[in-house]
């Protein structure tokens, strides 16, 4: 799964590597980086393999020794930080499965559509084609929801079709009890991040009418005085696109290796594309995210520095 994976990402690993269980395979789900904590209820956590937490040799055996390596919910290895090039390097093959635009082309294997409204979903899709469907137990069936849920913002985004609410009716016949996964997700907020979430929202969110774009900046000191942990500003950038009169929102994030950047959008104006070309990064046209290695006020000034350029399609019509 890709660096700071989110519900999708590691829902559909988790997801996919209980039903290769149940069909006698050895697997092991490895993560470049850790992952929220209101995440870790899902079955499976326990076995996951971080690969910054000391386990760098362990992972690279892996790797190099794999029959095939599943790489879930990115299109470009340089998602993976570091860990991209070794498997880049693998002898072994690979299989891609996702819902990104414009993958990288390094997988021997592909189950990748933008229609998809997570991955999650291409890997019921998958246990579907397989004619495995009776294996998804309430546990995958609740691994493989949470990113589904999460991934159509609660099902409200443009891409909850007709088919996600029949991949999730399935799940809910399958056991999913969809009431504790929203409350184990949306409902588990520690004071500090509630706090952080406030702090953002009265100090740190600038607005720019004139190209109807608004975002947060967040210093490592104030993630520090609020004791910061992965997945804290997590849905903050929408908080920026719901105003009104908003096109496009971001969130720049500086921590230790850099500024991570989330962006969001509403209807033409593409986000992924904006990413790609100035920061480094990709996703969906709507939602998207980059990185910047140089400081959090230099990133701030290249990205105003571009807005003009993108005036007439920021323009709400």
Known sequence: ??????????????????????????????????????????KGNEGVIIYNSGNEIQTRRLIHEAELIFCLDFSSLNRLDGLGEIIRASPSRKVLIDHHLDPEDFADFKLWSTEAAATAELIVDLITLMGDISLIDKDIAEN???????????????STTAKVHETVARLIHCGADVNQIAQRIYDSNTLNRLKLMGFALSERLKVIPEYNVAFFALSSTDLKRYNYQTGDSEGLVNYGLSIKGIKMAA????????????????GDFSVNEFARRHFSGGGHKNAAGGKSAVSLEETIKKFESHLEEYTNQLKIT
């Open 144 to 158: 493989l929801y949470a990113g589904i849920m999460t991934d159509t913002g609660q099902f409200r985004h443009s």
């Open 251 to 266: 969130t720049f994030i500086e921590r230790e290796d850099g500024v991570r950047i989330s962006f969001r959008s509403l």
């Open 1 to 42: 799964m890709h660096t700071k994976p989110d519900a999708d990402a590691l829902g559909s690993s988790l997801g996919l590597a209980a039903y290769l269980k149940k069909r006698n395979h050895r697997v092991d789900v490895i993560s470049p980086s850790d992952y929220p904590d209101f995440l870790k209820w899902m």
